[in-house]
């Protein structure tokens, strides 16, 4: 589909029209054309064939030309000329939120300015307030656009998008002319970076729907409002696009920007093998273009011979074929979880009560929960003395009578540089749980790395390997270390290996993940929770574990309590 770029053709040619100071009633025929094609649900190519162009609201006989050209020619003669007229650099300074076409044009003849990175310079060196019409203000406003530009090119971690993905959810859905409304794109398959938000809707009456997503609170600019697709950017530096669709396209919509792309080229492929095609709005015989399938994805699916795909396995991993043979996984599911196995308190550097964790985790509906306060050696975040051990048990055990849940005395116990635990085997002994963790001496030589943690897990005290890899996201590579050398000693140990919910770990990731699960390893998800809100992270955690193909049977913390006593006891 053109319609898009043709859009931003229109767009660019209302932009230049308006540098060069021409009539503003053609700057504005060019801009509403462009609306009308981001606003269209049909492809412009289809209704250019049945000659109807003319009758969409908003395209003249001059603009339906230059679309007919575009189709042909994949551009249009006057849009080029028009560019050539304009010294280079303009398009680019206009990029920037708070940059318009005079004041590129201004940039550029007084200062010269034909790149952002020389914009940025020239607002920093103080010269920009100096222009006519300019102060401060529009300095610090420019490079707050830039910023803003430059985060939004960026893809940002799914802890930092997903929270607002759901608030701008949750607004719509409260608008009562919205029937259906869903998130699409990378953030439906819950991958650990978004590039942005693709919200799709059906509604009679779009209008309602746009005045809402286009006023939502955490919204710093509207980038377009049409009538069924606007797009704005959110305060967190990401874009957010919503468009309404037709309720028997529905799910086609969400299957097609649900992607990913590689595993809806396949899908595209099995259905042209059976005289179908696929597109956004449904899925057609290509004879005679009869709909046969769209307002459900369990429909589309089924169209063309399959069971419905979880969004979080369409990576074109294997899945279509394992669906074929009716062999997809029963992925694991928020509601299997029976508990937490890692949490921080105020015993080390959490900032809740042991009490105040427990009721959060029953609130959850867990029947247990894990404190794993930080080891003596870590001084800097409060760890735990060997003397302070028992009398913070003692403190477990009453909350856990207060609260009525089990509360499971733990330690995440730090991994010495020499692959000694961070504490006694007698006081190991009479813990609950033991995660063992690399906190310090983070770069070592990746076999010496791998030796030490390897070590840790063979002390039988230890019964999970917290955050394997020791990433942050976006912050802090993993350590040097042989995953293979880890599975094969957690094999061999019966040590569970964490994915470590914690948005900002993620670790194991999706990919390590899988390659142990694969390999029979015993997985446990946990949040790595400072306080009670973070209990909720585990939703990070089981986006990773069915991303990774993992199943409740992989799961430690899927067992109820006694089950879960029994492994831990075996052990
Ligand atoms: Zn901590
Ligand atoms: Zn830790």
Known sequence: MQNRAIAAMFNDIADMLEIKGESPFRITAYRRAARALEGLTED??????????????????????????????????????????????????????????????????????????????????????????MGERTEENILKGIALLRRTKERLPIGQVLPHAQELVAALRGVKEVNQVSVAGSLRRMKESIGDIDILV??????????????????????????????????????????????????????????????????????????????????????????????????????????????????????????????????????????????HTRWSDGSDSVEAMAKAAKALGYEYLAITDHSQSLKFVGGVTVDELREHARAAKKASDKVGIAVLMGTECDILPDGR?????????????????????????????????????????????????????????????????????????????EINASPQRLDLNDVQAKTAKERGAQLVISTDAHNRYQLKYMEFGIGIARRAWIEATNVLNTLPLVQLQAWLHER
């Open 202 to 343: 059906t509604s009679a009456n779009p209008e309602p729907v746009m005045e809402v997503f286009t006023t939502f609170g955490r919204v710093k600019q509207v980038l377009a409002k049409g009538s069924t697709r606007s797009s704005v950017v959110l305060d967190v530096g990401i874009q957010a696009d919503v468009r309404v669709v037709e309720p028997e396209s529905f799910g086609a919509a969400l299957q097609y920007f649900t992607g990913s792309k590689d595993h809806n080229v396949k899908l595209r492929e099995k259905a042209v093998k059976k005289g179908l095609k696929i597109n956004e709005y449904g899925v057609f015989h290509v004879q005679d273009d009869r709909r046969i399938a769209g307002r459900t994805e369990e429909e589309v699916y089924a169209a063309v011979g399959l069971p419905w795909i979880p969004p979080e396995i369409r990576e074109d991993q294997g899945e279509i074929e394992l669906a074929e043979r009716a062999g997809l996984p029963k992925l694991i599911e928020l509601g299997d979880m029976h508990g937490d196995l890692q949490m």
């Open 421 to 497: 635990l961070d504490y006694p085997d007698d006081a190991l002994r009479d813990l609950d749980v033991v995660v063992c963790s690399v906190h310090s001496r983070l770069r070592m030589p990746r076999q010496e790395m791998t030796a030490r943690i390897v070590k840790a897990m063979e002390n039988r005290h230890t019964d999970i390997l917290g955050h394997p890899t020791g990433r942050l996201l976006g912050q802090r590579e993993a350590y040097e270390i042989d995953l293979e050398q880890l599975i094969d000693a957690a094999l061999r140990t019966g040590t569970a290996l």
């Open 44 to 133: 412009v190519a289809a209704i250019a064939a049945r000659g109807e162009l003319e009758e969409i609201p908003g395209i003249g006989k001059g603009t339906a030309e230059k679309i007919q050209e575009f189709l042909r020619t994949g551009t249009s003669k006057y849009y080029e000329e028009l560019r050539a007229s304009l010294p280079p650099g303009i398009t680019t300074l206009m990029s920037v939120p708070e940059v318009g076409p005079r004041t590129a044009m201004l940039l550029y003849e007084r200062l010269g300015i034909k790149t952002i990175d020389e914009l940025e310079q020239a607002c920093k060196a103080g010269k920009v307030r100096k222009l006519p019409r």
